[in-house]
């Protein structure tokens, strides 16, 4: 029960992202490769699956378990070669329900191979869903949330992932509640409609009796890409953005030669879109001290943080 408004929702409801690996191409200095883990009012949802991912979710406390969905960019090794070994252990630690797997095409054959020359046999099934990368694709979507991909520009077939939640109910304004009400003229208001008697007349307005949603919160994960202004559109006011910046500018020509962006990059595009906050990885493995990278994206978008491993961003409404 939420006191300040007297609103029997709960006062939060969790939309976390934890960092699991933030590392480029080569793991370095305890950096692992891409991995994330996006938690939204009980859905889990895993984001790229470097190696290593499994030890990394065991560090955070987080039960593969629970995983339901797990999204691929594309099929770089650095972004997949955790995901057989998680299987696997999915599968020895008995897992049963269903596990949604979406990439680019031919990675449900390199599955396929793992297990045939295995001879495992999980009793869980793996549905997969092959994505498109040339324009935006809804692949998940419930009462809650939808999640789209994202176009990216890279040496091979990528998208990122747009995580948005739905519009919420208007909330009930305890405080002006009349006494007396019945249950469904109470869910009517959370639909948003008015109080009326039974010959439709209006006893209270909607608005006289409810305060606004609660802010609809949305996450785009962007990796791996150039720099890539066009998608800035598509995730317009995004409250938080992941996005690569595996180099400095002073390696901007690299960057562009290998479908990678810089940090001030990826502020451009933070600043662009109206994210609330950055969120850089992907680092290359040259880089030991990542102060450099952070400090050229601040310059440009100051709420940028270090998508550090172990680091969990909440969004909160
Ligand atoms: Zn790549």
């Not at 955070?60 to 969905?69: D, E, S």
């Not at 696997?88 to 793992?114: K, V």
């Given at each position: 029960m939420n006191l300040e408004t007297g609103n029997q929702q709960p006062a939060t409801i969790s939309f976390t992202i934890t960092i699991l690996g933030s590392s480029g191409a080569l793991p370095?200095?305890?950096?692992?490769?891409?991995?994330?883990?996006?938690?939204?009012?009980?859905?889990?949802?895993?984001?790229?699956?470097?190696?290593?991912?499994?030890?990394?979710?065991?560090?955070?406390?987080?039960?593969?378990?629970?995983?339901?969905?797990?999204?691929?960019?594309?099929?770089?090794?650095?972004?997949?070669?955790?995901?057989?070994?998680?299987?696997?252990?999915?599968?020895?630690?008995?897992?049963?329900?269903?596990?949604?797997?979406?990439?680019?095409?031919?990675?449900?054959?390199?599955?396929?191979?793992?297990?045939?020359?295995?001879?495992?046999?999980?009793?869980?099934?793996?549905?997969?869903?092959?994505?498109?990368?040339?324009?935006?694709?809804?692949?998940?979507?419930?009462?809650?949330?939808?999640?789209?991909?994202?176009?990216?520009?890279?040496?091979?077939?990528?998208?990122?992932?747009?995580f948005r939640?739905?519009?919420?109910?208007?909330?009930?304004?305890?405080?002006?509640?009349?006494?007396?009400?019945?249950?469904?003229?109470?869910?009517?208001?959370?639909?948003?409609?008015?109080v009326t008697d039974e010959d439709g007349n209006i006893l209270y307005r909607n608005e006289e009796l409810t305060l606004p949603p609660r802010k609809s919160r949305s996450y785009a994960y962007c990796s791996d890409t150039a720099f890539a202004p066009h998608i800035a559109n598509q995730i317009k006011g995004v409250d938080a953005l992941y996005h690569e910046a595996t180099f400095g500018q002073d390696e901007a020509e690299r960057a562009h030669l290998t479908g990678h962006s810089t940090a001030a990059e990826a502020a451009t595009l933070a600043s662009l879109a109206g994210a609330g906050k950055l969120l850089i990885g992907h680092v290359s493995a040259r880089y030991r001290d990542l102060t450099p990278l952070l400090?050229?994206?601040?310059?440009?978008?100051?709420?940028?943080?270090?998508?550090?491993?172990?680091?969990?961003?909440?969004?909160?409404?």
């Amino acid at each position: 029960m939420n006191l300040e408004t007297g609103n029997q929702q709960p006062a939060t409801i969790s939309f976390t992202i934890t960092i699991l690996g933030s590392s480029g191409a080569l793991p370095a200095y305890g950096r692992f490769p891409s991995a994330q883990l996006v938690e939204i009012e009980n859905r889990y949802f895993l984001v790229d699956c470097g190696e290593g991912v499994q030890m990394q979710l065991m560090r955070y406390h987080a039960n593969m378990h629970r995983i339901g969905h797990i999204l691929i960019s594309h099929l770089h090794g650095d972004h997949y070669l955790g995901l057989v070994g998680l299987l696997f252990s999915m599968h020895l630690l008995g897992r049963t329900n269903d596990l949604h797997l979406y990439s680019q095409p031919g990675l449900d054959e390199i599955i396929t191979a793992h297990l045939r020359y295995s001879r495992a046999a999980p009793a869980f099934r793996i549905i997969f869903h092959p994505l498109g990368h040339e324009t935006p694709q809804t692949i998940f979507e419930d009462d809650k949330l939808t999640v789209e991909t994202i176009p990216l520009t890279h040496k091979l077939p990528c998208t990122g992932f747009l995580f948005r939640e739905k519009t919420k109910p208007r909330r009930i304004d305890k405080t002006r509640l009349p006494a007396g009400l019945l249950l469904q003229q109470i869910a009517a208001l959370k639909k948003g409609y008015d109080v009326t008697d039974e010959d439709g007349n209006i006893l209270y307005r909607n608005e006289e009796l409810t305060l606004p949603p609660r802010k609809s919160r949305s996450y785009a994960y962007c990796s791996d890409t150039a720099f890539a202004p066009h998608i800035a559109n598509q995730i317009k006011g995004v409250d938080a953005l992941y996005h690569e910046a595996t180099f400095g500018q002073d390696e901007a020509e690299r960057a562009h030669l290998t479908g990678h962006s810089t940090a001030a990059e990826a502020a451009t595009l933070a600043s662009l879109a109206g994210a609330g906050k950055l969120l850089i990885g992907h680092v290359s493995a040259r880089y030991r001290d990542l102060t450099p990278l952070l400090d050229e994206a601040r310059q440009i978008f100051p709420n940028t943080d270090l998508a550090e491993e172990g680091k969990v961003e909440e969004l909160v409404c």
